[in-house]
């Protein structure tokens, strides 16, 4: 999957809260937050519906506030 992202989406210091369907392993949302930081933007927290806790994507994104609504 090719990810575009456009430089001028996310402003040098501001908050950014990502949210997503579901959290499985991680990878889309540790993605996203990189690319969110390497134009220079702050990821307030991540947000989900559902979390797969079998799965530990939790752990690919530690340090940062992650809120899930459901929990498998």
């Not at 559902?50 to 899930?68: P, Q, T, V, W």
């Amino acid at each position: 999957m090719r990810w575009r992202f456009h430089k001028d989406a996310v402003l040098p210091g501001q908050r950014v809260l990502i949210v997503d369907d579901v959290l499985a392993t991680g990878g889309t949302a540790s993605a996203v937050a990189q690319l969110v930081e390497n134009v220079g933007g702050t990821v307030a927290g991540l947000g989900f519906v559902i979390e797969l806790d079998f799965l530990h994507g939790r752990e690919k994104l530690a340090g940062r506030e992650i809120y899930s609504l459901v929990h498998y």
